[in-house]
């Protein structure tokens, strides 16, 4: 079946660092990826997404760039604000998972951005 | 603009009572699902719905029930709550297809 990996957090870091949360994924077909991001008392939201291999998707500075070769969708944001603590969860759709209707979630890693 | 609501956003009750968490979406998407986070377990599906009529279970559904008589509406019965069905309950929706789910607020339940 369909899974997704990501880093275990928290993950502490200082205003304007770089940041990397890692996501790998196994997958019977060619998903979609996805990141979402959790904000303290929200539901998820969409952050990126990507469709097929090579595709990158961008938001607010954050990027992911969907790696066939290495089945990874690495969350990536150069300068981190302390607005960008929230827990983000990688995600995956694709054609096994009852045509493309259900979303396989990774655990979550929560970010914490301190000033 | 079209989005997803739940209510009550808190919810208190006890051990043994019947409660029914409901979801409303106004994007008219066919999908509808239901999912409980948990700390160290993150999203787990509870129930899910292709449309009117259609129901289904995902991997954490006992004791759990849902019935869907129409496209906006996907409301989430705990037929006897537990202590172990405190948790914080999303409901989501989409169109199929590899496109995203939506999310709604949320809802914290909490059984004493």
């Known amino acids: 079946g369909n899974s997704v990996t990501q880093m275990e957090g928290p993950v502490t870091l200082s205003e304007e660092a770089f940041l990397t949360i890692n996501c790998t994924y196994t997958a019977t077909g060619y998903p979609s990826l996805f990141w979402y991001v959790q904000y303290p008392g929200e539901g998820l939201q969409l952050l990126l997404k990507?469709?097929?291999?090579?595709d990158k998707g961008s938001n607010k500075g954050f990027e992911a760039t969907y790696r066939k070769e290495t089945t990874s969708f690495h969350l990536e944001k150069g300068s981190v604000q302390v607005s960008d603590s929230a827990v983000y969860f990688c995600a995956l759709k694709d054609r096994s998972s009852g045509g493309y209707q259900k979303v396989t979630f990774g655990t979550g890693t929560k970010l914490q951005v301190i000033p | 603009d079209a989005e997803i609501t739940q209510s009550p956003r808190h919810k208190i009750t006890e051990t043994g009572r019947q409660v029914t968490l409901a979801c409303h979406q106004t994007w008219n998407h066919n999908n509808m699902f239901w999912y409980r986070q948990d700390l160290g377990h993150g999203l787990r599906l509870i129930h899910y719905s292709y449309g009117v009529q259609d129901t289904n279970k995902g991997e954490v559904s006992d004791g759990y029930s849902v019935s869907r008589s129409n496209t906006e509406d996907l409301p989430l019965t705990l037929e006897s709550a537990a202590s172990s069905q405190t948790s914080v309950y999303f409901c989501?929706?989409?169109?199929?297809?590899?496109?995203?789910?939506?999310f709604g607020p949320g809802t914290r339940l909490t059984v004493l």
């Open positions: 990507a469709t097929k291999a090579d």
């Open positions: 989501a929706s989409s169109e199929p297809g590899p496109g995203e789910q939506f």
